[in-house]
């Protein structure tokens, strides 16, 4: 009596086992008759004459073998053929010869053998189904935030469980320098791979992904959530300093400012999860030239030599500004050349050393402001930097008319020679 009890109750209990693997219902019923037709197979050589049927809300299972009636002392094969007189007595008083007779198979009858077998092939088929979910549920999520408990810390990663108690691995190359780990610490990172070796996927996350700061400042800026303002380069050295360009869609929308919020709200909590990681903001801009200027902040460039075949550019700066362009450790300059995608020299200004030179925005009040802007695009900042350039040069380069570019010069010149 138990082991029909356990027989009948095998897909309420398999079910109930389900719930806990988030395997559909669907699912789960055909690898139920998935597992049996295994069990059956082995048992009887094939299972191609029996039905299995599954009946959720009943929670149980029916099995038939479909039977070919025979003579009398004529079955041959008694797992495909049945005699005449057997399927009378089992209940078919009205069978014929060459007729097809069902039989209800009562699986408890083959022994608690058959029903061990059966529990391990369903429970290592539902194995094998939770491990191609956990993979497709998170080669999903690749590059998005995830949180997990700190469960246990290693020498070389860190394992941590999401809400749902899937394991996510954080190796120690991940992991922010300054980081220390507490268990029952909730620690926030970035699914950076899926790994499925052997059918065994791990899940891969990462503090130190450039991934990690996108999705800090998408979660902590609207805007950026909204798609109002896009981040279009991230340069990061973890626990040290990072460089992020952004874009705004609406002119009405300061982008630096948003990013760093009223009084640098928004940007502290992120500095705050990167382990006080100083963060640069700059508005982006198509511009290489200006874009490598405004990375190389807070140093002031007098001019820019570019070589946008090979994507270098050669940068001059006045003797007092150079060691803010490479910054401390060569950190600013290393970040500026990841984020504008430019191999980056620095030079000193040999032809100003020792001499006065003036930034042209001392010169606003003779000299339009756009036309000063053009100048600093093309990475002319300085009075002598624009003198030192050809004519020719700043008429095509800054897109200026002839008639501008020598009044200009002639400014500039009167300038120096007073």
């Given at each position: ?164 108690k899937n394991e996510l691995l954080l190796p120690k190359e991940e992991q922010i320098p300054t980081d220390i780990y507490r268990k029952g610490d909730v620690v926030r990172a970035v699914i950076e791979r899926v790994d499925n070796l052997n059918n065994n996927p791990k899940v891969i996350v990462s503090r130190t992904s ?209």
């Amino acid at each position: 009596m138990a082991k029909r009890e356990e027989a009948v109750n095998m897909t309420a209990q398999f079910a109930e086992f389900k719930e806990l693997k988030d395997i559909d219902k669907g699912t789960l019923i055909s690898v139920l008759e998935e597992s049996f037709r295994s069990v059956l197979s082995k048992m009887f050589g094939d299972d191609d004459n029996f039905d299995i049927i599954v009946n959720p809300d009943k929670g149980d299972c029916e099995i038939y073998q479909n039977l070919t009636v025979v003579n009398d002392g004529e079955v041959e094969n008694p797992n495909k053929q049945i005699s005449l007189s057997d399927a009378k007595a089992d209940d078919d008083p009205d069978c014929e010869v060459g007729e097809e007779h069902t039989r209800k198979i009562d699986f408890t009858k083959f022994g608690r053998r058959a029903i061990l077998n059966l529990r391990q092939t369903l429970a290592s088929k539902i194995l094998d189904l939770q491990k191609d979910a956990i993979f497709t549920k998170f080669k999903a999520l690749e590059g998005q935030l995830v949180a997990g408990e700190v469960y246990q810390v290693w020498k070389r990663e860190v394992l941590l469980l999401d809400d749902d108690k899937n394991e996510l691995l954080l190796p120690k190359e991940e992991q922010i320098p300054t980081d220390i780990y507490r268990k029952g610490d909730v620690v926030r990172a970035v699914i950076e791979r899926v790994d499925n070796l052997n059918n065994n996927p791990k899940v891969i996350v990462s503090r130190t992904s450039q991934n990690f700061l996108r999705r800090l400042f998408e979660q902590e800026v609207p805007e950026i959530h909204d798609g109002l303002i896009v981040i279009r380069a991230v340069a990061r050295i973890p626990g040290e300093r990072a460089k992020i360009a952004v874009e705004s869609y609406d002119d009405r929308i300061d982008p630096v400012g948003a990013c760093v919020g009223v009084k640098g709200a928004r940007i502290h909590g992120i500095v705050r999860e990167l382990r006080n990681e100083n963060i640069d903001v700059i508005n982006y801009t198509s511009n290489p030239q200006l874009l490598i200027q405004r990375a190389l902040s807070p140093a002031k460039i007098s001019s820019i030599r570019l070589d946008n075949e090979n994507k270098h550019a050669e940068v001059f700066l006045r003797p007092e500004e150079v060691s803010l362009a490479i910054g401390k450790g060569g950190l600013n300059i290393k970040l500026a050349s990841i984020l504008t995608g430019y191999s980056i020299d620095v030079y000193r200004d040999v032809e100003t050393e020792g001499e006065e030179d003036i930034y042209l925005d001392e010169f606003k009040d003779e000299i339009d402001e756009w036309v000063i802007e053009a100048l600093k695009n093309v990475g002319l900042a300085t009075a002598k930097s624009v003198l030192r350039t050809p004519r020719a040069d700043l008429i095509d380069r800054a897109d200026l008319e002839e008639d501008t570019v020598d009044y200009l010069l002639s400014v500039l010149r009167a300038e120096f020679e007073e």
